[in-house]
């Protein structure tokens, strides 16, 4: 293998540029020419494909988002787009991908390995953490550093008003920020797609915090379950006490990634990139028990992804 080419795919997170930095920096080490390709897989069709060198990644592992953009391409959805893709890749000699992003950029790549024979290989890059096969996602830790600050600032005003304070989460339909975001920050409850939801029983959790005489009553509500708006006003109605919804948004995609999330992009680029080189393909980097581990990608995509029980027990016990 000679030229290997690197793209972001789908929702951003922060540490893809720390795993793009690896990718290339590993590469250039093994004497691989290394493609950048930008926004995603409409990039390969489009031919939006150009050299990087060690220079092009300078100054860029402590930034969020990802200096070759990223996208959803509709295009590449159907067998027409990926064989165009597969044209593109073929001209510029690419003949080994790694794609960084989340499970559907991941269902592309093994299609272009199954359909076109490309040698392929996937970062897990996605603040949701919804992946089975991999203990972190790139992105995650810092979306719950992100949200952690949140939650720190929200009971400051929650505690002085003596409000009921709902905030919204991202995870699509995975809880994984919200169960570690709300441990973190000594949530009162944590509403997650993956454990079942009593509003009777929350109502009487704040009633009886209120009467014990606890000044604020923090609820991190993942979004796979619902709104925060709709959450507070019901809440209101039924207490009595007054509640206010924050939905965080897209700041949880953004900033600078932790010294966790770097390590982790480091690793996984530096692996991906060795994988290539002995000739594999069709894997996906992840890490399992603090190791760096490789798995089908096939296999890694239809691993059912479960949320710690363990940890949402324990936020029930010691919250109240
Ligand atoms: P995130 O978890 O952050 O949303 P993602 O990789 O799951 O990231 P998607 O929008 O699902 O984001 O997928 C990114 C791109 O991967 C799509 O725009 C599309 O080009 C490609 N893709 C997704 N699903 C498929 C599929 N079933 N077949 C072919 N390509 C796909």
Redesign the pocket.
């Known amino acids: 293998m000679r030229t290997i080419g690197v793209l972001t795919?789908?929702?951003d997170?922060p540490g893809m540029n720390a795993a793009i930095r690896a990718v290339v920096r590993t590469g250039l080490n093994k004497g691989l020419k290394v493609m950048g390709i930008q926004r995603?897989?409409n990039g390969i069709i489009n031919g939006e494909i150009f050299e990087m060198d060690s220079s092009s990644v300078s100054d860029i592992i402590h930034r969020g988002g990802t200096i070759l953009r990223t996208?959803?391409?509709?295009e590449?959805?159907t067998e027409e787009g990926?064989k165009k893709a597969y044209n593109v890749l073929k001209v510029f000699g690419i003949e080994g991908l790694v794609v960084i992003?989340?499970?559907?950029?991941?269902?592309?790549a093994m299609?272009l390995a199954n359909e076109f024979g490309v040698k392929v290989v996937g970062i897990p890059g996605?603040i949701?953490n919804?992946l089975a096969y991999t203990d972190y996602t790139i992105g995650f830790d810092t979306a719950v550093n992100t949200v952690l600050d949140a939650i720190n600032k929200l009971r400051d005003t929650s505690t002085s008003h003596e409000r009921v304070s709902v905030v919204e989460v991202m995870g699509r339909h995975c809880g994984d920020i919200a169960l570690y975001a709300g441990l973190a920050g000594g949530a009162e409850s944590i509403i997650i797609p993956e454990q079942p939801f009593d509003f009777d029983e929350l109502c009487r959790n704040i009633i009886q915090s209120k009467a014990r005489g606890k000044m604020h009553n923090l609820i991190v509500l993942a979004e796979g379950v619902g709104g925060a708006e709709e959450l507070a006003r019901r809440i209101e109605e039924i207490t009595g006490i007054e509640a206010r919804a924050t939905k965080l948004g897209h700041i949880q995609r953004g900033g600078s990634p932790t010294a966790f999330d770097r390590i982790l992009a480091s690793k996984m680029g530096a692996r991906a990139v060795e994988l290539l080189l002995e000739g594999k393909s069709k894997r996906a980097v992840g890490i399992k028990d603090g190791k760096i581990i490789d798995v089908d990608i096939e296999e890694a995509l239809s691993m059912k992804k479960e949320s710690d029980s363990y940890m949402y027990e324990l936020s029930k016990i010691i919250s109240m």
């Open positions: 795919s789908g929702g997170a995603g897989y996208a959803r391409s509709e590449f959805r990926r992003g989340g499970d559907g950029s991941f269902t592309g299609k996605t949701d919804d």
